[in-house]
Every structure is written in structure tokens, then in C-alpha cells.
T-cell receptor, first 111, second 110 residues
Framework: NAGVTQTPKFRILKIGQSMTLQCTQD?????MYWYRQDPGMGLKLIYYSVGAGITDKGEVPNGYNVSRSTTEDFPLRLELAAPSQTSVYFCASSYGWEKLFFGSGTQLSVL | DAKTTQPNSMESNEEEPVHLPCNHSTISGTDYIHWYRQLPSQGPEYVIH???SNVNNRMASLAIAEDRKSSTLILHRATLRDAAVYYCIPLRAAGNKLTFGGGTRVLVKP
């Protein structure tokens, strides 16, 4: 099993550009999450999904969009990137109440 | 969703036990208590979880209060590699807006 795979690992964007952060899991998990972590700070929930076709906002959803067309994939879309979106992004998945698996993160800089 | 309260930081000497408390007084009866840790420059990793009974694994032990309003993560013999931020979070079986609090930063002194 590969677990939770995030791509890319690093990315530099210019202000106003758009991009999609990819997240895929091969564990047939129903729950998937996107978090961001600013330097020296804790994890903030952006969006989450409890199953294919179902997504919901987290604590800091503005500036982001998600979709969950399959169980495996949960891409995070940034539209009109802003410097405030410079952060490390983590994707995670779980099966119900069982343990959460995290990806290795995507380090994004918006300049 | 249940909220948690943890001390901001704790220090320990190497080879000594570390007891990390977590208050989750608003936890519901179906919430599992999970603990994760985040080593420097890494993503969070699972440590342990439980519902009502105390739990042990190779990384740590979890002691859950009888009323489930608090729990304690126990690192039996801290090593330098245990220096991390430790988070406790209630995880619900049926749909979770899973948010992390500030966690406890553990410093292990040689």
C-alpha cells in the first residue's frame, strides 16, 4: 500500500495563478481531509469529505475548492493564488473512527 | 464537535516518563480519543487511540478517565526523538469536522 500520496511536494506560484494539489489514497477510506499549516502554527482544516460526492467546509475554506468524484481522490483547487496561501498543505484520510493517515505534505509559496 | 484543552508545552529529561494531559469535557459517547504527534518538519503521525479502556502500544500508553472527560498520553521513557507537538483529538465514527487544537510541544532534554 502506498497510503496517502500528495503531489507536488513543492510548488512556487505567482500571485493570481491557479493550481490543483493532488491527494490520492489506496486504502478505500471514506473520510478525507485537507489541512494547511502556516510556519510555527497548528493545523487548520480547509475542507473535508465523508465519501464520494460529499464535501464540506472546514475552518478556513475561503480561496479553495474541492471535489470528491471517487473514493480515492480528493484534489484541492486554489483559484487566484494570494501570498496568504503560502503554507504547507497536508491531506489525510481515515476509515470512520480508525486512525488518520497523513500525506507527506505540499510546500506552497505564493510570490 | 468536542473541544480539547492541552498545556502549551512540557519538558522532560531523557529516559524519564512523560505524562501529557488532555481535557475533552464535551466529548460525546461515540467519540474515540486519538493522539497524534508531529515531529519537526514532518506531517502528523498516529500515536494511539481508545474509547473507554486504557490502551497500550509500542509507542505509548493511553489512560482514559472513567467519565471520559480527560485522558493522558504516557511516554514511558522519553527519547530525544520524542520531541514533537502532541495533539489529542476526538474522532467520531459518523462524520467529523476534524479540527486540531494547539497541541502540547514536548521538549526532551539530554
Amino acid at each position: 500500500n502506498a497510503g496517502v500520496t500528495q503531489t507536488p511536494k513543492f510548488r512556487i506560484l505567482k500571485i493570481g495563478q491557479s493550481m490543483t494539489l493532488q491527494c490520492t489514497q489506496d486504502m478505500n477510506h471514506n473520510y478525507m481531509y485537507w489541512y494547511r499549516q502556516d510556519p510555527g502554527m497548528g493545523l487548520k482544516l480547509i475542507y473535508y469529505s465523508v465519501g464520494a460526492g460529499i464535501t464540506d467546509k472546514g475552518e478556513v475554506p475561503n480561496g479553495y475548492n474541492v471535489s470528491r468524484s471517487t473514493t480515492e481522490d480528493f484534489p484541492l483547487r486554489l483559484e487566484l493564488a494570494a501570498p496568504s496561501q503560502t503554507s504547507v498543505y497536508f491531506c489525510a484520510s481515515s476509515y470512520g473512527w480508525e486512525k488518520l493517515f497523513f500525506g507527506s505534505g505540499t510546500q506552497l509559496s505564493v510570490l | 464537535d468536542a473541544k480539547t484543552t492541552q498545556p502549551n508545552s512540557m519538558e522532560s529529561n531523557e529516559e524519564e516518563p512523560v505524562h501529557l494531559p488532555c481535557n475533552h469535557s464535551t466529548i460525546s459517547g461515540t467519540d474515540y480519543i486519538h493522539w497524534y504527534r508531529q515531529l519537526p518538519s514532518q506531517g502528523p503521525e498516529y500515536v494511539i487511540h481508545g474509547l473507554t479502556s486504557n490502551v497500550n502500544n509500542r509507542m505509548a500508553s493511553l489512560a482514559i478517565a472513567e467519565d471520559r472527560k480527560s485522558s493522558t498520553l504516557i511516554l514511558h521513557r522519553a527519547t530525544l526523538r520524542d520531541a514533537a507537538v502532541y495533539y489529542c483529538i476526538p474522532l467520531r465514527a459518523a462524520g467529523n469536522k476534524l479540527t486540531f487544537g494547539g497541541g502540547t510541544r514536548v521538549l526532551v532534554k539530554p
